[in-house]
């Protein structure tokens, strides 16, 4: 008998414990759940070149640890081979289009396609020929071949970058261009509030990879280069990037992973904008534009047609104008990002 009630006794014991380890279990899962549903997820997407990357760059610089030595190793090394690169799509440019370079330069232009690594010798005809006004001239026409903006940035300094022990300043990161492929994610926390930021590649051959990462986002960041309405697109020649843009976006934001989902729209690149406005019309890309050419007037027609395709009664739609590479509007601009999810996620709570 004796032996009976403590065999009972034991039993019950064990099954109080058993209790508490679920408990304990569940206990954890909740606080699991919950952190996973309380990280914000964002979505960089956008075409290629438009500048998602540079605002993960930013969002790493004011939220992170920045960038390592190892890795300004490795940017150096791109940024140092980007010199060549620019200055031999420079020249080719220059002769297909027709603009005399100076005499003086004409042997050293032919044999400096033989030029792949950077040596004393590659710098030293760099800034020779990146001096000639033939070479400035094709610069200033690089709307009508495949130039990123930036090659005058480094080809001014090339000086400092041909330096052996050169390290990138966060500048020269920030402005350095790598086209994405495949994706980039960053973990970061602000406001308490832990974000992981999704960076996939906009080239058109990359946009097939975006889908998998569509699920479980909580804001969606559209970037759009708003100096490139008078460019084509690096994939295809014949196509204009502005409504390339404008295409991507109404594929996209009308997925019905995003139907009730909030957007903010980056309008990128302003400070290039702001310049070649007064310079290019705006009916080079949208020939019913009839409005006045200036800054005003041609953000309001483009943000325009940006909220026709985007708008719906789920959602809202955040619009900003912004330069990726200035560190600071970015903060005053992530300091908005971030006050909106806060909001939103409040209402989503109920707290609102
Ligand atoms: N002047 C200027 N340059 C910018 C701005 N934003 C980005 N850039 C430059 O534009 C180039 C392209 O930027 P990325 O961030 O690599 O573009 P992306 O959208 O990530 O391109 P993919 O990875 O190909 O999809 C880089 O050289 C940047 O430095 C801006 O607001 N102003
Ligand atoms: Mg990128």
Known sequence: MGNLSRKKKKNKKEKQKEKTKNNLIDLQMDQENEKIQKTIKIITLGTGESGKSTFLKQLSILYSTGFEESSRELYATTIQNNLIHYLKILLRAAHSLGIKIQEENTRLSRSFFAFDDLTTQSLKAIIQLWSDPGLKQAYERRSEFQLPDMSKYFLDDAERIGKSDYLPTDQDILNCRIPTTGVNELNIVVDDLPWIVVDVGGQRSERRKWIHHFDGVTLVVYVVALSEYDQQLFEDQTVNRMLESLDLFAKTINNECFENKNCVVLFNKDDIFRKKIKEVPLKKCFPNF??????????????????????????????HFTCATDTESMRAVFDIVSTTILQNQLNVGGYL
Request: with cysteine; charged share 35%.
């Open 290 to 319: 009839t409005g006045e050419n200036d800054y005003q007037s041609t953000c309001k027609f483009i943000q325009e047609k940006f909220d026709k395709i985007g708008r719906n009664k789920k959602r809202v739609i955040f619009y």
